[in-house]
C-alpha cells in the first residue's frame, strides 16, 4: 500500500526562555491510499499543531512531511481540509463557497459549478444551492463543509473534529452520513477527535495520542469489516474496544487526582 | 426635525427678528423660490464637483488601504504620512492649491481628494486587518495564496468598515467643495454664500445652508442603499 501522508518524527516546540513548551515530541504517522485513520487524545494534546504542520501554516522544528511521496514541509495546498467549525465565507452562497475551495484546489469555475450543482442533492441540500450559510443549520453548514472537501482533488482529507461543535443528536447522525460517503468514495483521510465511538465507528486505524508533549502511544488496527452498520454500536466488541482506548487514553490524560493528593 | 422648524418660525414670528438676523424657514423657502433657477445652477455645480471630488477620494483611500495592509512594512512607514495630510486645515490648505494648480477644477478635485481619502483609508484598512482567524485558517490550511485571501476573505470583510469611512468622507466632501468654492470660486453654493454674504441677505445665506443640508442628506442616502445592497446577503438573517 503506497501512502498518502507519512510524518516522520515531527517534533515542534512553541515559546523561548523558560516559556519553552514542546507540544509536539516525535511523532509519526501514516496513512495509506484509501484508509481512513484517526487520532484521538486528550484536550490540548498537540492534534492542532500537528494538522497546522501537515497543512503547511507552521514547520517542524525537526523531522519531515511528506504525501503522495514528495517531501512537502512548510508548503501549503496539498490537502483538502475541513475545520470544527464550518468556516464558510457568510458572504457567499453555499454553492460560491464550494466554488471558493474548489478553484483555490485548481479545478475551473465551470466545473466546480457542475460538481457542486450534482453533489448538493446527494448531500441531502438540493435547493440549497443559493442560500447564504447563516440560514443552514449546524449540521448542514458542516456537510456542506465536508463536501467542499470531498469535491477538492486533493490526495489526503483532514477532518479536525469535524462534529466537534454538533449537538449529540446530530453528531450521531452526521456520521452515520459521513460513514455512508466516505464508504461509498474511499478518499485517504486522517480525523482528529475527542470522540471514542467516533473514531471506531469511522476508522480503519486509530492512533492514540499522549499530552505534552504530544507522542503516538498506540496504532490500533479497527478489526470491523467494511461497509459498517450503523449498529455497530451495539456489537459486545465494538464495547470492549471501548473499554480499551478509553483505559489508553486516561493513562495519557495528566492525572488530575493524583496531584492534589497523593494519600488516596 | 419638523418640531424644531416650527419652534424655529414661532421664534422669529413672537420676537419679530429682522431677516437680516434671523430669517424664518418660511421666508427662506419663498426668497429660494424666487432666484431658484440661480440656486439651481449653484447647487449643480457644488453637486458635481463633490460626487466627482468624492468618487476620485474614494478609488484613492481604497487604493492606498490596499497598498498599506499588502505591502510588507508599508503600514508602519506611511501611516504617519497619512495623519499629516489631515493636520493642515483645508482654509490654509486650498490657497497653497490655488498658488500651486491654478484656479480651475484641480485645485478643488485635490483638495476634496485629500479630504476624503483619509476617512475611508483608515476605516478599511482596520477592517482590511480585522480578518476572521477561522476563515483565515481555513482558506490557508486549502492553500490559498495571499492574493486569494485579500480578495475572497479581507476585501469583502472590510465591506462594512469601507462602508462606515464613506459615510463620514461624504460629509467631508461638500464641506470641503463649499470651503473650496468660498475661497476662490465663480460658480457652486459656497461662492454663493460668499456673495450673499458680503451684500448682507442673509436669508440667501441660509437658503443655501439648506440646500447643503439637503444634498448632504441625498449623498448620505444614497451611500446608505448602496451599503444595503452590498450587505444583501445579512438580509436573510433577519428573516430566519
Known sequence: MTAVLEVRQAVKTFGSGRSVQQVLGGVDVTVGEGEFVSIIGPSGSGKTTLFRLIGGLERPDSGEIRIQGRVVTGERGHIAYMPQQAALLPWRTVTDNIVLALTIAGVTESEARRLSAEWLPRIGLAGYGDSYPHTLSGGMQQRVSFLRALLAPRGLMCLDEPFGALDALTRLQMQQWLLSIWEANRRSVLMVTHSIEEALLLSDRILVMSSSPATILRELEVPFGRPRSPELWTDPQFNAWKQELYELLSGAAPKMADEKGGEL | ?240
Open chain 2, 1 to 240: 426635525m419638523l418640531l424644531l422648524l416650527i419652534v424655529w418660525q414661532g421664534a422669529v414670528w413672537l420676537f419679530e427678528l429682522e431677516a437680516w438676523k434671523l430669517p424664518g424657514p418660511v421666508e427662506i423657502v419663498r426668497e429660494a423660490a424666487s432666484i431658484w433657477p440661480r440656486l439651481l445652477e449653484h447647487t449643480w455645480a457644488t453637486t458635481k464637483l463633490a460626487v466627482f471630488g468624492f468618487a476620485l477620494g474614494a478609488a484613492t483611500g481604497v487604493l492606498v488601504a490596499a497598498v498599506l495592509h499588502l505591502v510588507p512594512g508599508a503600514r508602519s512607514g506611511l501611516y504617519p504620512l497619512l495623519v499629516l495630510t489631515q493636520n493642515i486645515p483645508t482654509i490654509v490648505l486650498y490657497p497653497l492649491l490655488m498658488i500651486w494648480l491654478g484656479l480651475g477644477l484641480l485645485p478643488k478635485l485635490v483638495l476634496i481628494v485629500l479630504v476624503c481619502f483619509f476617512p475611508i483609508a483608515v476605516a478599511m484598512l482596520s477592517g482590511l486587518s480585522q480578518r476572521d482567524p477561522r476563515l483565515f485558517d481555513y482558506l490557508a490550511m486549502i492553500g490559498a495564496g495571499k492574493w486569494r485571501i485579500f480578495r475572497d476573505l479581507e476585501l469583502p470583510g472590510a465591506i462594512p468598515y469601507l462602508f462606515s469611512g464613506l459615510k463620514i468622507a461624504a460629509a467631508y466632501s461638500i464641506t470641503g467643495v463649499i470651503v473650496a468654492e468660498w475661497l476662490g470660486a465663480s460658480s457652486g453654493i459656497g461662492y454663493y454664500i460668499k456673495l450673499s454674504y458680503s451684500g448682507f441677505l442673509v436669508t440667501r445665506v441660509f437658503a443655501g445652508v439648506a440646500i447643503i443640508v439637503l444634498l448632504s442628506l441625498a449623498v448620505f442616502g444614497v451611500i446608505v442603499a448602496l451599503e444595503r445592497w452590498c450587505m444583501r446577503w445579512q438580509r436573510h438573517k433577519e428573516g430566519s
